[in-house]
């Protein structure tokens, strides 16, 4: 018996992977996260499977149902947002599962950072304007560490995602604009992939403004940094001509 915590992707049911979804038609058990997870994520489960949305438990919850499966030699589909790694709260209850001597395991899904990137048709990290990717969140209920907030972090002027941001959007702007400057670029992704995506282009002195006019304050994504910038942006040598690698002789190069 095992308990898999499988990516579902951003909420696209063809987004989730092979795997993921191999493990959800088989498991007889499967627990899913109602609030960012879209049921036809789960509907591949067994027939007579017991489909659960864990929006409304708690983890005492979740985690004796999982208990429960593991006395009767059930493995578990363990459903959650995005990939499970980032901001997936799954620490807790694998620590509970050790505990119980449950076996687990972590299957990878695609984040809604880099469908929100393919959405946009942008590469995050393009040659000339930004190498960095900085993942993070405005401090909200569960804080953060003293060595990561969101003005430090913004000394750097790379890219950044923030993720669970979207209710502290004047702390956001407050924050970001001594170092991005008011004029920054931002675009803020809602849903992405689900039928009622939502793509906004803004800057850091309309953020506020704009989602409030666009009712977002939920399960939105906001991006800022120089792979915005379509000016600072160049091409990489890979795929240049002159550039030898050891799949490819330069053009320029003599024999």
Known sequence: ???????????????????????IERCPVCLYAGS??????????????LVIDTAPLHLDQIVAHMTAAHAAGQDVARVHSGD???YGAIA??????????????????VSSFTAAA?????????????????????PGRTGLPGNESLADLARHRVGLVL?????????????????YGPEAPVVVAYGVSWPDQVIMH???ATLGDQMKAAKIHLTALILVGPMLEAEKVQDSRLYDASYTHRFRRGQNEEE
Do not use: W
Request: proline share 11%; with cysteine; charged share 15%.
């Open 36 to 49: 960012l997870v879209p049921a036809a994520v789960v509907a591949c489960a067994p027939p007579n499977a």
């Open 118 to 138: 393919a959405a946009l048709k942008l590469e995050l990290t393009p040659a000339g304007a930004n190498q960095t990717i900085i993942l993070t969140r405005a």
């Open 163 to 179: 993720f669970l941001s979207a209710a502290q959007v004047p702390a956001v702007v407050e924050a970001l604009t001594p170092s």
């Open 202 to 204: 803004c800057t850091l």
């Open 1 to 23: 018996m095992t308990v898999y915590f499988i990516g579902a992707g951003p909420g696209d049911p063809d987004l989730l992977t092979i795997k993921g979804r191999k493990l």
């Open 84 to 86: 499970p790694t980032i």
């Open 92 to 109: 807790e209850q694998m620590r509970r599962l050790d505990e119980r001597n449950i076996p687990h395991e972590v299957v990878p899904g």
